[in-house]
């Protein structure tokens, strides 16, 4: 078993910048493929991106554009999202997620096992 606990989401301006932090316990934290969600009303949670180890590159799905950036703390067995530039369409539950895996396709929220609790973003304009 894994378990996410998610922090750092709020309320912020748009053009600001959040940084949200998800860490996990119960599995070995280098083992495991971490990723971040978001989700608004009435839609499926939205692939945002995803790290496999810390020394890999993190992949981002195309809305990010150079906004978004994933780091990972294996020391600390936490990841995080800084947002930048963000914009009122941003707005949604940011979730972190994780599976067991190497691998940089795992983009769909079916794919994976463990998920945090949430943590609301609103960007307002």
């Known amino acids: 078993q894994v378990q996410l606990v998610e922090s750092g989401g709020g309320l912020v301006q748009a053009g600001g910048s959040l940084r949200l932090s998800c860490a996990a316990s119960?599995?070995?934290?280098?083992?495991?493929?971490m990723a971040w969600f978001r989700q608004t009303p009435g839609k499926d949670r939205e692939f945002v991106g995803l790290s496999v180890r810390s020394d890999t590159t993190p992949v981002y799905a195309d809305f990010v554009k150079g906004r978004f950036t994933i780091s990972r703390e294996n020391a600390n067995n936490t990841i995080y999202l800084q947002m930048n530039n963000l914009k009122p369409e941003d707005t949604a539950v940011y979730s972190c997620?994780?599976?067991?895996?190497?691998?940089?396709?795992?983009?769909?929220?079916?794919?994976?096992?463990?998920w945090g609790q949430g943590t609301q973003v609103t960007v307002s304009s």
């Open positions: 997620a994780a599976r067991w895996g190497d691998s940089t396709t795992f983009r769909r929220y079916y794919e994976y096992r463990f």
């Open positions: 119960g599995r070995i934290f280098t083992d495991l493929v």
